[in-house]
């Protein structure tokens, strides 16, 4: 392992940084305090060559309990966008800046609890292994945590999104969390521009 004194994922990344043993390293990781109170790490799953990378906030209860991104509601919503945008579910890679479950007991619920800025930065080594190991044409941002463990604190997802943005050598496109579909008051217009959203990530693929 790698160790440079750090309280961080960096801790964990293996010699090799390749997918496979990037997801073994990963189940380890105690980078940060999330790992105490999660079932276990929930890393990224698809293709080693995908043309889009798709970068969520962090397993929510149904991802935490199964230990694969994007299987509960807010998945569905998202499978249901990639295919009426024309984006091939197996061209896929899809991810979450946070690998473990941040919640707070209510009742006999857990409650997904947004991630504070140290937990993000802690976690970034993962989804930038990913990124170096997956070499996608396309990153679609889903949401304002993966926006700022990607494009940095000041970047707004409501100001910006649809747009084509630099991200190293390949495009960002950031859109809301379809997560946040579920909560609108109107799920028809937000689901309508989340689509848009992934329409414009396929065109720039």
């Known amino acids: 392992m790698v160790k440079d004194g750090n309280n961080s994922a960096a801790d964990f990344l293996p010699e090799r940084l390749d997918l496979d043993a990037l997801r073994a390293a990963a189940a380890c990781c105690e980078g940060c305090e999330l ?10 799953e698809g293709p ?16 935490d309990r199964q230990g694969h991104p994007f299987v509960g509601p807010a998945g569905r919503i998202l499978d249901k966008g990639l295919a009426e945008a024309g984006i091939d579910r197996d061209d896929v890679y899809v991810t ?3 690998k473990h479950f941040s919640w707070v007991p209510r009742g006999k619920r857990r409650i997904h609890q947004k991630p504070t800025a140290a937990e993000i930065t802690a976690c970034q080594p993962w989804l930038m292994a990913e990124l170096a190991a997956v070499e996608p044409r396309v990153v679609v941002v889903l949401g304002a945590t993966a926006a700022r463990s990607l494009l940095g604190r000041t970047f707004k997802v409501t100001r910006h999104r649809g747009e084509p943005i630099p991200l190293g050598d390949r495009l960002a496109v950031a859109t809301i969390h379809p997560s946040a579909v579920l909560r609108a008051p ?8 989340f689509l848009d959203d992934l329409k414009a990530a396929s065109r720039a693929a």
């Open 35 to 44: 790992y105490r109170n999660a079932t276990q790490t929930v890393f990224g």
């Open 48 to 63: 080693r060559r995908a043309a889009y990378m798709l970068v969520g906030e962090q397993p929510g209860d149904q991802e």
């Open 96 to 98: 979450n800046a946070i």
């Open 186 to 193: 109107d799920r028809d217009a937000a689901y309508a521009g």
